[in-house]
């Protein structure tokens, strides 16, 4: 039976930026007992309407802290892209294509999408965007955008959506750890690495070559 972790999280939400950092480390110390690590995306905010100024303020205040706790770079000044729907949909539908494609190109996808919203004030809910963000990764831009558009992608992102939502995650990140189909929770929110290494440690010793 498989032994994993699984990384469930949202490109655009801020805590997941915050703890980036941590959950690199935590899949290199995993990948060096043979343990991979799976993208599971959580569907943070459906959101319809233009963010308001007082939606703006609320949502830098997150930063604030999420900077504060984990020092990972925000435009603080500049704040959030102009004209904002905050879906965090087709961000986390892009990750699903790119693990399709290339299961190992959604970490560095992850990654430049999150920089691109926190840092560049980079809209990145219009599709044009992440597909010259997957672009800038190595992804194939008509490939990725035709699966990135394609029905099959779409049913598989809310599948993720409804994985995390039945096993009651309601926060991000979380991070789980899997080993003869039986789920250990090791994180939900946001910690730091000498927090979670150690526990990460018990348990890959204890399953790791179980």
Known sequence: MSTRLIYVMDPMCSWCWGFAPVAQ????????????????????????????SAGRERTLSYWRAVHEA???????????????IYDTEPACRALVAARVLDEQS?????????QAFY?????????????????????????????????????ATVADFDWACNLGIAGFPTLLAEHDGQLALLNNGYQPL?????????WLERNAHA
């Open 70 to 84: 984990s020092a990972q770079p925000f435009d603080l000044e500049q704040g959030l892209p102009d004209g904002l």
């Open 25 to 52: 480390a935590l899949a290199e110390q995993a990948r060096a007992c043979g343990v991979g690590m799976q993208l599971v995306v959580g569907g943070l905010r459906r959101e319809r309407l233009v963010m308001d």
């Open 106 to 114: 959604v970490w560095p996808l992850a990654l430049r999408i999150q």
């Open 119 to 155: 840092v560049e004030r980079c809209d990145v809910t219009l599709p044009q965007q992440l597909v010259g963000l997957a672009e800038s990764v190595g992804l194939p831009r008509g490939e990725f955008s035709d699966r990135f558009d394609s029905q099959a992608i779409r049913d």
């Open 194 to 202: 000498a927090a979670l290494s150690p526990l990460l440690a018990r």
